[in-house]
């Protein structure tokens, strides 16, 4: 699986939008782009996936380049809640199904 | 929905014992479930991947005799932790996932273990 690439940590304003960003550039062309998050002493969670085009839900939204060699994860109204450690994970599913876990971006969202 | 629960959130136990800790996936089937430790301030690892019904595989470095993974329902995997020794002390989580798309696991809360 590809490698990725995330700032260790990063700040946001309560009620605004949190952008974590995420390199990948040896991402291959069957590999997916996950993200997931992991609040203190608490097991992880599945935010969003995608391949190429970008894709929005509930929780994110997510942006990958046309060259989806990076991503973006977009919390649009950040709440304290929403402070954890967040996880880009790259996988080309299938057979391979693993997750590695990388150490993530913590975000802190500040009152 | 995907909701995961384990058994027990923390247990405390005597080096020497054994400790099992179970998984459940609480409104879905899982064909494949996971077993991940992570030690303080570290990142997930993957200890083991089981399959309902077979033999569960190990990755490199997991001890499948002290590491005793059962997969025997769509919606129950346990972990028995043999032996336990101070080391073996750590945040213990489990995710479950359904066939096709493997890679969107659902989390357990995690079981904190503690061997004295």
């Known amino acids: 699986d590809a490698k990725t690439t995330q700032p260790t940590s990063m700040d946001c304003a309560e009620g605004r939008a949190a952008n974590l960003p995420c390199n990948h550039s040896?991402?291959?062309?069957?590999?997916?782009v996950y993200w997931y998050r992991q609040i203190h002493s608490q097991g992880p969670q599945y935010i969003i996936h995608?391949?190429?085009n970008n894709e929005t839900n509930e929780m994110a939204s997510l942006i990958i380049t046309e060259d989806r060699k990076s991503s973006t994860l977009i919390l649009p109204h950040a709440t304290l809640r929403d402070t954890a450690v967040y996880y880009c994970i790259v996988t080309s599913g299938g057979s391979n199904y693993k997750l590695t876990f990388g150490k993530g971006t913590l975000l802190t969202v500040n009152p | 929905g995907a909701v995961v629960s384990q058994h027990p959130s923390r247990v405390i136990c005597k080096s020497g014992t054994s400790v099992k800790i179970e998984c459940r996936s609480l409104?879905?089937?899982?064909?494949?479930m996971f077993w991940y430790r992570q030690f303080p301030k570290q990142s997930l690892m993957l200890m083991a991947t089981?399959?309902?019904?077979?033999?569960?595989?190990?990755e490199q470095g997991v001890e499948k005799d002290k590491f005793l993974i059962n997969h025997a329902s769509l919606t129950l995997s346990t972990l028995t932790v043999t032996s336990a020794h101070p080391e073996d002390s750590s945040f213990y989580i489990c995710?479950?996932?359904?066939?096709?798309?493997?890679?969107?696991?659902?989390f357990g809360p995690g079981t904190r273990l503690l061997v004295l």
């Open positions: 409104d879905f089937q899982a064909t494949t």
């Open positions: 995608g391949l190429k």
């Open positions: 995710s479950a996932a359904t066939s096709g798309r493997q890679e969107t696991q659902y």
């Open positions: 089981s399959n309902e019904g077979s033999k569960a595989t190990y």
């Open positions: 040896t991402i291959s062309g069957n590999e997916y």
